[in-house]
């Protein structure tokens, strides 16, 4: 009885998030289009193309379930809400859509403020990804941004994270015979600390390490970390092109919605990177959009998605084969699987 209404109060809470996030994006759009009216007609996603995501969101949140119910982390985790910062910043949110507005209209896609230093970052990561001020190179854009992923993905955006720790928990069962506090792992462009804050709840004993190209999300992830117990993860700023670690280091890595904001060269050295540090007998795990070979019935969301949203790298990602560009690095045994709109790539490193 416990468990029933315990899954059931989680039901009530996603259910809860998914309709704010729904009245989020119907009341900005009807704001939008008398403020800041743009003449362009938006296709409406076809109702059969509704009733499938529907469904995969189900799918999505009975597997979550399941996963805490397994002991793969904590049931607490499916609560993980961070209710401070949803009242301290949504207004902001709010505040910010006029320059978003704008910034859109006027097609504006490398839109920084004056005191942000964009020297020494590459050309494809100077963008305003989302039309988001200054990228994501500013505090205050470290600050809205799980906030407008939530409200992006109708609340489910932690609930598709969290589908990594499946497969990263059994594949450090290949080092059974290190002690779990030798145990690296490294989460490449962990932002503002998301993953690497689950990674530490279902994995409280493991070294982790966490980088990004953002010293803005960095200092945003520290804030977060910092407010675990246990050992703070290591956290570096670096590109993910050129890991600053040493050859098969780390005992399995991990990567959430990174490589759809990549253009196709730099998903290429990343990949090759993420090989490079990682032990033999290691996994690395890829977490990010759907694409057209497993998801084509979701074409009109991605093209919705690809339109709206500025995601000049997000088209090719679709039909990009990230199987074979991981198996050309050397990972062999690349599994994937899909979950409401993120897909899953596990990839194993010969021993």
């Not at 600390?193 to 493991?206: D, F, W, Y």
């Not at 759809?260 to 795990?285: D, M, W, Y």
Request: some cysteine; hydrophobic content about 35%.
């Amino acid at each position: 009885m416990p468990d029933t209404l315990t899954k059931l109060t989680y039901q009530t809470f996603q259910q809860g998030k998914n309709y704010f996030g729904l009245a989020h994006k119907i009341l900005s759009a009807q704001v939008m289009n008398l403020v800041s009216p743009s003449g362009r007609n938006t296709k409406p996603i076809p109702t059969e193309v509704l009733q499938k995501i529907q469904q995969r969101l189900d799918n999505l949140l009975e597997v979550d379930w399941q996963d805490a119910e397994k002991g793969i982390y904590p049931q607490s985790l499916l609560f993980d809400n961070p209710w401070e910062e949803f009242f301290l910043y949504y207004p902001a949110v709010w505040l910010d859509f006029p320059q978003i507005w704008e910034r859109s209209k006027q097609k504006k896609y490398q839109d920084f403020s004056p005191e942000i230093d964009t020297s020494g970052y590459p050309s494809y990561y100077l963008q305003n990804f989302h039309h988001q001020t200054d990228g994501y190179l500013s505090d205050f854009s470290a600050n809205v941004y799980d906030l407008q992923v939530e409200l992006l993905f109708g609340g489910t955006a932690d609930p598709m994270r969290r589908r990594i720790l499946a497969p990263l928990k059994q594949g450090l069962k290949n080092f059974a015979d290190v002690p779990p506090s030798q145990k690296r792992i490294l989460d490449v462009a962990c932002g503002t600390g998301r993953t690497l804050k689950m990674i530490r709840a279902a994995l409280p004993q493991v070294s982790l390490f966490g980088t990004d190209l953002s010293p803005a999300y960095l200092r945003k992830a520290n804030q977060l970390l910092s407010e675990n117990p246990g050992e703070l993860p290591q956290l570096l700023h670096a590109n993910a092109e050129e890991l600053p670690y040493l050859d098969n280091y780390f005992h399995a890595l991990t990567c959430v919605f990174l490589f759809h904001e990549l253009p196709a060269s730099a998903r290429q050295n990343v990949i090759e990177q993420c090989f490079r540090v990682t032990k033999p007998g290691g996994v690395f795990i890829i977490n990010d959009s759907i694409q057209m070979s497993d998801s084509p019935e979701m074409l009109p969301v991605m093209d919705s998605f690809y339109e709206t949203f500025h995601e000049p790298y997000y088209k090719h990602y679709t039909t990009d084969d990230l199987v074979e560009r991981l198996e050309k690095a050397g990972f062999e045994s690349v599994s994937t699987e899909t979950h409401f709109m993120s897909k899953i790539f596990v990839a194993h490193k010969p021993v």
